[in-house]
């Protein structure tokens, strides 16, 4: 799943950003109102985690923009505010979930695979490229039809690139959605798994791009 992470406390937008990785969700981030809506409003974005104390726009002017736009994404607020008043605001901008901070992560998890399964899924049960398909679901992979025999950090990586097709990923968004494990993050780790994944995805699936990073398809 495919989450936006709207939220200008960096310390906790990196916490959270480390936990949903490692709980396989592909997510990206903005920090002020202004760069959230810009994301908010691309196709690929399964649901969005909305701060309500932005600056540059409030995460409230967001929420009416994105939906005056008729987007549709699941939104859930994250704020700091616990009054009924702000609640009842959100809700009736247009939020489809509501969490006040402090919160632990794996009630915010939960929340967010509710909303998925809520809504009809906006996130697809596969991820489909040229002749690969994984299901994400399952965790399977499949080449031309054929099972593949990945590890998990090879599903994660190809999860990774799957949901960015023809978009360069540098390094250090590998090392960052990757973090929990320790010996991933030396970049020459990093090539040796890459070189891993290409034999069993094909060659010319991931192309090396010097000085910049990698790009899938």
Sequence with gaps: MHILLVEDDDELASRLARGLGQAGFVIERASDGHDGLELALQPQMDVI??????PGKSGLEVLREIRS?????????LTARGTWADKVGGLNDGADDYLTKPFHLPELIARL????????????????????SLNIASGEVTRDGV???????????????????????????????????????ESNTIEVYISRLR?????????????????FG
Excluded: C, W
């Excluded at 985690?49 to 932005?54: H, I, K, P, Q, T």
């Excluded at 695979?113 to 690969?132: K, V, Y």
């Excluded at 950090?153 to 360069?168: G, P």
């Design 49 to 54: 985690v909305l701060d309500l104390g932005l």
């Design 69 to 77: 736009r008729g987007i549709t994404t699941p939104v859930l607020v």
């Design 113 to 132: 695979n509710a909303l998925r399964r809520r809504t009809g899924g906006h996130a697809s049960s596969a991820l489909l490229f040229e002749d690969l």
């Design 147 to 185: 099972p593949l025999d990945l590890t998990a950090l090879e599903l994660r990586m190809l999860k990774y690139f799957m949901h960015r097709v023809r978009h360069v990923v540098s390094q250090n968004d590998l090392v960052e959605h990757l973090y929990s494990v320790d010996d991933m993050r």
């Design 199 to 215: 034999r069993k995805i094909g060659p010319d699936k991931i192309k090396t791009i010097r000085g910049l990073g990698y790009r």
